[in-house]
């Protein structure tokens, strides 16, 4: 393992959407007093604003530009994190399904893996972060102290997305959710740029008959005894 990092370790938590990736990083973060890095926000930040400005999926030199242009930053707000855009607000609208899905596949261009795994390094090489997203025990940081894979069915993970989008009044039904869930699933399984996969040095927690508390324990002991490890490991 690397020398002791300045301000503890960096925790990686990889997934599939709606493995309950946020949920646990925001709470082990408050647990660690660890700073929460939310990667797939910066990446719906990159789609939200590629929309806007009119950029086709596949263009990836005006990808690039916007990426070159783009500052996104994360500002705490009590208990939740506002997603900032270059100062703009965005963290409601990155949040939609259909943002979700125009990431999924602007998020599989490299060069905004390029620019976003740059901006990711810079954040959390000093760590004290937990980084959630789909490659940051594989690509962003392999040298991560402590990985974790969070998953659960497609089917409990479309569930649990079903009632957080009908929470917020969204229509979509039960089905359409799932089928959703499963076509985000196999677009990051399947690209070829730092695909969603499990690192080999991954915890793999399945959280599907899992409570948010159960899988924080896990998590939270797996945390606490590397800490204790120290630099020996
Ligand atoms: N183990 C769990 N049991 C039940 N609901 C969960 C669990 N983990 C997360 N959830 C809920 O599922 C939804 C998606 O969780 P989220 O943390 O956003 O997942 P991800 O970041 O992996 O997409 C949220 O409403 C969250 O409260
Ligand atoms: N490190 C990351 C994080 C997200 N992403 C992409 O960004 C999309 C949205 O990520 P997210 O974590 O906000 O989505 P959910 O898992 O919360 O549904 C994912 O479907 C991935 O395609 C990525 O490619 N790499």
């Not at 530009?65 to 009590?78: A, I, K, Q, T």
């Amino acid at each position: 393992m690397s020398a002791v990092r300045e301000n503890g370790v960096i925790v990686a938590i990889d997934g599939p959407s709606g493995a309950g990736k946020s949920s646990l990083t925001k709470l082990l973060a408050q647990r660690l007093g660890y700073i929460h890095i939310d990667t797939g926000a910066m990446f719906r930040a990159v789609a939200l604003m590629a929309r806007r400005a009119g950029i086709a999926v596949d263009d990836d030199a005006r990808l690039a530009e916007l990426c070159r242009g783009l500052e996104v930053s994360f500002v705490r707000d009590g208990e939740n994190c506002r997603v900032l855009a270059n100062g703009e607000d965005v963290s409601r609208e990155i949040r939609t399904e259909e943002i979700g899905l125009l990431t999924s596949a602007i998020s599989a261009r490299k060069p905004v893996r390029e620019a976003l795994l740059t901006m990711q390094r810079a954040m959390g090489t000093k760590g004290g972060v937990i980084l959630e997203g789909r490659d940051i025990g594989t690509v962003v940081f392999p040298d991560a102290e402590v990985k974790f894979f969070l998953s659960a069915s497609a089917e409990e993970r479309g569930r649990r997305r079903y009632l957080e989008l009908a929470a917020r009044g969204d229509q979509a039904t039960l089905e359409e959710t799932i089928a959703k869930v499963i076509q985000r699933d196999k677009q990051d399984e399947g690209r070829e740029h730092a695909p969603l996969r499990q690192a080999e040095d991954a915890l793999p927690i399945d959280s599907t008959t899992l409570s948010i508390d159960e899988v924080l324990a896990v998590m939270e002991n797996a945390v606490r005894e590397r800490l204790a490890q120290g630099d020996k490991g």
